[in-house]
């Protein structure tokens, strides 16, 4: 099946001659549903903490920061944005020359709301020779989406979401990746210096670096801290090869395999190379204006001091067995594991290896909202490996729909993921996981796509906060639905949290 070209091309990427059969035999069997024991709920699995336990762990927190530990922010930013424009792609090329859906109506009679506003009348006035108001009054509505999303205008239909203007400010609008590094700042920062790394795509990567020279030093200096900015690629090795509809492999019309970047679970890559002690995760577009920052901050440090809580508690448990534990002593630490980290053993033997390989890995804290029907993925109580059950984040893509109870689960579940995590990634000796050996393999996802008009099969690797981190200790802490406020098309930026 593969030629001396497919294997010269393979080892160009860093992928072996084995992962790549593995991926078109995963194309073949599919990926296994989960087995659920029960959508994680307030008082089983999610942690609600009172006034006074907040304050504790803020102050865990602030304790920890003063430690001088090395705290890294991270920002999966790659990727364009025309997602979030594809109502606005579907008006130029429609039919009709006026606003005609309600997107298409709310987008231009609230257009001067958006902080982009100044700088798409500036390109109108330069490439059509009026403003947006003389333009619109005009009828010349297309003319004015099109310079918003054209190379020749802002280009916003390309760019990534971290460059497009977001948020109002008197001193100048401002980027979702501005906005982050404000965040760094406010609950990021230790021993004056805040550490931020992007994830970006190649084309990308000069846009950022050129936003950061301009910006970074004003921000430094506001908030009285340096900043270490750093950015990575996602890998070649970690794009994924794509089949046609009979599992073969799909070749471009030069008879080349086709690869596929392998979703945001090929970050775990890019993670395992920070090097911190902490590492909080957030999605590029889940930002809000200053104005709203202070209770974003305040969630930030509960859950890391969450975090920080239970791993000294999981640590000072390490030291002992390796010391010799008494049967009081193992009991107190499988009830840690089972009531804290919510690792329950389903028949297995709980002695001191088996608590060693629950308290020796990864941590993550995950902050969950509320459920109000935004996508997510949904917290839930599922089997392991090796039969023991624990917390994980599931997409519906991972659930039988055939299987009546677990839908009623996934569709009745309270609670949702919105990509708030804060994670310890070193291990009670200061030495650092190696977290792709904490993948479930056996997790992923396969879609239907098509390349020059032909159908294709696409394989996704194990999601970053899915499959990618199943192995970890994961713990849940429901967190207000004011800290999640993303931006899935250019109208969400008129919401109020966006003003």
């Known amino acids: 099946m593969l030629n001396e070209q497919d294997l010269k091309q393979i080892a160009q990427r860093g992928i072996s001659q084995e992962q790549l059969e593995n991926q078109l035999h995963q194309f073949e069997t599919g990926f296994p549903f989960l087995r659920l024991e029960a959508a994680a709920a307030v008082g089983n699995g999610i942690v609600a903490p009172t006034a006074e336990e907040r304050r504790d762990y803020v102050a865990a927190w602030e304790a920890y920061k003063a430690d001088g530990h090395r705290i890294v922010k991270f920002v999966p930013a790659s990727g364009a944005a025309s997602r979030m424009f594809k109502n606005m792609f579907a008006f130029v090329d429609a039919p009709y020359d006026v606003p005609t859906t309600d997107f298409e109506k709310k987008y231009f009679d609230e257009i001067t709301h958006f902080a982009f506003y100044d700088a798409l009348d500036e390109v109108c006035r330069r490439n059509e020779g009026a403003g947006i108001k003389e333009l619109l009054a005009a009828g010349k509505y297309k003319a004015v989406a099109a310079n918003m999303l054209k190379a020749e205008g802002l280009n916003y239909g390309q760019l990534p979401k971290g460059m497009l203007l977001f948020h109002k400010y008197a001193e100048g609008p401002r980027t979702p990746m501005e906005e982050h590094l404000v965040e760094g700042a406010l609950y990021a920062a230790s021993k004056g210096e805040a550490h931020v790394h992007f994830t970006v795509s190649h084309e990308h990567i000069s846009f950022f670096k050129q936003k950061v020279a301009e910006k970074a030093d004003t921000f430094a200096k506001k908030y009285g801290i340096s900043y270490d900015i750093t950015f990575s690629e996602q890998k070649p090795s970690t794009d994924t090869v794509a089949a046609n509809p009979d599992n073969t492999p799909f070749r471009e019309a030069d008879g080349s395999l086709l690869f596929r970047p392998g979703g945001h679970g090929a970050l775990i890559e890019n993670l395992n190379e920070i090097d911190a ?27 890391a001091g969450v975090l920080v809580t239970l791993q000294k508690q999981a640590f000072a ?22 009531r804290c980290l919510c690792c329950r053993a389903k028949g297995q033997t709980v002695d001191a290896d088996y608590l060693r390989r629950k308290l020796n890995r990864p941590m993550r804290v995950c902050g969950v909202v509320k459920n109000v029907g935004e996508p997510g993925g949904g917290p839930f109580l599922t089997y392991n490996q090796d039969g023991t059950v624990s917390l994980q984040i599931l997409e519906s893509s991972q659930i039988a729909t055939n299987n009546e109870e677990y839908m009623k689960m996934f569709t009745q579940g309270t609670h949702f993921n919105p990509v708030d995590l804060v994670c310890a990634v070193k291990n009670y000796k200061g030495e650092p996981f190696r977290l792709p050996d904490y993948v479930d393999k056996s997790t992923g996802f396969i879609s239907s796509k098509s390349k020059g008009g032909k159908e294709l099969k696409a394989l996704e690797l194990p999601g970053l906060w899915n499959g990618a981190m199943s192995d970890w200790s994961t713990v849940f802490v429901e967190v207000p639905l004011g800290t999640f406020n993303p931006v899935k098309t250019v109208n969400d930026l008129l919401r109020p949290q966006h003003q």
Do not use: C, H
């Open 277 to 303: 002690d902490v590492i909080f995760i957030k999605n590029i577009d889940n930002v809000v204006p200053d104005r709203l920052k202070p209770e974003t901050v305040e969630w930030k440090q509960i859950i």
């Open 317 to 338: 448990y390490l030291e002992q067995l390796d010391k010799g534990a008494s049967d009081e002593q193992i009991k107190e630490m499988a009830d840690f594991v089972e």
